[in-house]
Structures are given as structure tokens and as C-alpha cells.
């Protein structure tokens, strides 16, 4: 008990007993797919490069986050981050903190055939890259980009790197991939690859989420349940995890289902999000967002930037509101937001 206080007063604890060690730290906003429930065929405004923070700055606040606020996960995320040049040197600055972190990537996988094994090399833990479906003609579909073979492909070097369990996550139209659920599974037992389902949330740039149209946690589980048999893991391995994980044929296969609007997980939040440009986000869904890039720029040193990400922290709310009737969607999508 005495650990946990003193993680509490350290650490960035909010106003509900929650500790954030899990930061999602996003290295650019740009991508080069065009999901069509993350953003328009003709893209976005970007952030300009002053906007955004340099490698020394990046490694600068991770460091901040791991040797005086208890973080002990970082995800490096984007858009998409394998576009940041400078990504191999930044996981490779990071391993060498003390305490070392655990560090991973989300991607969408293109171009992670080209970098795996660098990554692997620079003290990057394991990947999880953003896979909707196996079917070529519904990818390009969905990402407006016939680039299917390159994220088998970065899957598969990811894999023979060894960053492992290689995670995939997907998220299920209806009337676009909502059949493909099973195929997708099968795809990933037979690799070894770790699936999870995302129901799709409010975080397009388009607002253009539709609660009545979205594919539910229990929709997912009757598509499964046609062809697999599927029952609860032991629930006590969940902790903060995000994903309901559930054995497939009776284990020790797995497949998660990440259910954040009909079965949210707020009270077991462990996270917080660094912006591309330097924002401290408590939660995906915040109105607000709190400055460190200035402060960082005008020479604050360790404590102060440490104690401004604490007081950040102290504004999070109990839950993300989405079942509120007052619910809005944040300005920036998922794409500025990092995952």
C-alpha cells in the first residue's frame, strides 16, 4: 500500500486513485493510407515542422516520463510512424533509459518490411499493426490504397525479427468488412499473430461515426462464434489491458475484442498521450489538451516539465462520456491524436 501511494505522489496520478505508466507517445500526424474511418481520400493539414517536436524533444520528455513520472510503456504511434525519419534513433535513445522501458510500435505496416529488423536491433519489444482485412479488393476499399501485400509483408518481418507476439488490430465496417471477421482470424492463428477487434469510435476527422451503424463487441463475437468456439479467458490476466480476451477452440489461442463505446474500460485507465506537436492528452476523447512543448522550448528543466505533465493529469475525467447525450467528439482525429 505504501508503494502504490508513493507511485500516486510521484507518479501521474489523477483525481480517481488512476496511474498513468502507459504513455502513447505520437511521432507524426501524416499517413500514407486514407481510411475512410479515420480521415478524407484528399488527407489532412498536416503540422508544420516547426509545429512538431524534434528527436532531441521527443527523448527529452520520454525521458521525463520514465526516470521521474513511473512511466514503464512507451508506444511510439503517428499517424503513421514509421513515416518519422528519425524513428530507429529515437527507440534506440530510449532503450538506453534507466529503468529501461517496455517499447512498442503501432503501425499500419507499410514500409516495416524495410525497418523490422533495425527496429528489432535499436530495443523496439514488439509491434502492432493495423490490419481491417485480408480480401485485397475490400483493403483498397477501406484504406483508398492497394497496399495489402506490403502489410503482410512488414507482418511477416516483424515476425522474424522477433518482435513478438505481433499484435493486429482491425476495426469492422458494417457492409464493408463485417464478413471478413473470420478469415481474419484464421489468418492470424495460422501465423501466430495476435488479433484484436476495435469497435470504431468517434475519432474521425470527417464526425462522421454513427453510433447506429457501428459493429458492436457483441456483434463480433456472433460473426466469430459462427465458425469458432469461443470462451472468456481468465479475466484476472486482463489488469489495465484494454482488449477482453477470449480462448479460441478451447485455447491457447486467443483473440481479443477492444470495446471501448459498449463496454468501456475507463476505471482501469492506465494511459496518457504525447502529441506529434508537443500536447499532453489524459484521454483519446479530451476537449483540452496541455502544453509542454512551449515550456520546453522557453527552458524548463526536468521537475518543472515533470510537474506541469502531473497537473496535467489532475483534470482527467472519471470516464470518456461517449454513452453522455452531451458527448462531442474531439476536434482532433485519430490521426493527431496518436492510438
Same mark, same amino acid.
Request: hydrophobic letters at 40%.
Given at each position: 500500500m505504501t508503494a502504490i501511494r508513493e507511485a500516486a505522489h510521484?507518479?501521474?496520478?489523477?483525481?480517481?486513485?488512476?496511474?498513468?505508466?502507459?504513455?502513447?507517445?505520437?511521432?507524426?500526424?501524416?499517413?500514407?493510407?486514407?481510411?475512410?474511418?479515420?480521415?478524407?481520400?484528399?488527407? %489532412?493539414?498536416?503540422?508544420?515542422?516547426?509545429? #512538431?517536436?524534434?528527436?532531441?524533444?521527443?527523448?527529452? #520528455?520520454?525521458?521525463?516520463a520514465v526516470t521521474q513520472l513511473g512511466v514503464h510503456e512507451i508506444r511510439f504511434t503517428g499517424g503513421e510512424p514509421l513515416l518519422r525519419r528519425g524513428l530507429v534513433g529515437i527507440v534506440a535513445r530510449t532503450a538506453e533509459l534507466a529503468p529501461r522501458p517496455e517499447i512498442s510500435l503501432t503501425t499500419n505496416g507499410?514500409?516495416?518490411?524495410?525497418q523490422a529488423q533495425a527496429l528489432k536491433d535499436a530495443g523496439l519489444d514488439r509491434v502492432n499493426v493495423s490490419l481491417d482485412t485480408v480480401n485485397a479488393d475490400t483493403f483498397q476499399q477501406l484504406a483508398r490504397r492497394d497496399r495489402l501485400k506490403d502489410v503482410i509483408a512488414g507482418l511477416e518481418a516483424? /515476425?522474424?525479427?522477433? #518482435?513478438? @507476439?505481433?499484435?493486429?488490430?482491425?476495426? #469492422?465496417m458494417r457492409g464493408v468488412n463485417d464478413t471478413d471477421a473470420p478469415q481474419l482470424l484464421e489468418f492470424c492463428l495460422a501465423r501466430g499473430y495476435e488479433l484484436r477487434f476495435i469497435e470504431q469510435m468517434p475519432l474521425d476527422a470527417q464526425h462522421g461515426?454513427?453510433?447506429?451503424t457501428m459493429v458492436t463487441a457483441d456483434d463480433i463475437l456472433g460473426m466469430l462464434t459462427d465458425?469458432? /468456439? %469461443? $470462451?472468456?479467458?481468465?479475466?484476472?490476466?486482463?489488469?489495465?489491458? @484494454?482488449?477482453?480476451?477470449? %480462448?479460441?477452440d478451447g485455447g491457447p489461442r486467443t483473440v481479443g475484442i477492444i470495446a471501448s463505446v459498449t463496454r468501456p474500460f475507463c476505471g482501469d485507465c492506465d494511459r496518457v498521450r504525447l502529441t506529434a506537436d508537443g500536447q499532453i492528452r489524459d484521454?483519446?476523447?479530451?476537449? $483540452?489538451?496541455?502544453? %509542454?512543448?512551449?515550456?520546453l522550448r522557453s527552458g524548463a528543466d526536468d521537475a518543472e516539465l515533470a510537474d506541469r505533465w502531473r497537473r496535467a493529469l489532475l483534470s482527467k475525467l472519471p470516464g470518456h462520456g461517449i454513452n453522455d447525450p452531451s458527448f462531442l467528439q474531439p476536434s482532433r482525429p485519430m490521426s493527431a491524436i496518436g492510438g
Open positions: 510521484n507518479g501521474l496520478a489523477d483525481r480517481y486513485g488512476r496511474v498513468a505508466t502507459d504513455l502513447r507517445v505520437s511521432l507524426t500526424d501524416r499517413c500514407n493510407l486514407r481510411c475512410t474511418y479515420c480521415m478524407p481520400e484528399e488527407g %489532412l493539414d498536416w503540422l508544420g515542422k516547426p509545429e #512538431l517536436l524534434t528527436d532531441d524533444e521527443v527523448v527529452r #520528455l520520454v525521458s521525463v507499410i514500409g516495416l518490411a524495410r516483424a /515476425h522474424d525479427a522477433g #518482435l513478438t @507476439p505481433v499484435k493486429v488490430n482491425a476495426v #469492422l461515426w454513427d453510433r447506429a465458425r469458432f /468456439h %469461443l $470462451t472468456p479467458d481468465d479475466a484476472s490476466k486482463r489488469g489495465s489491458a @484494454p482488449a477482453e480476451s477470449f %480462448l479460441v484521454c483519446l476523447f479530451a476537449r $483540452t489538451e496541455s502544453d %509542454l512543448r512551449s515550456a
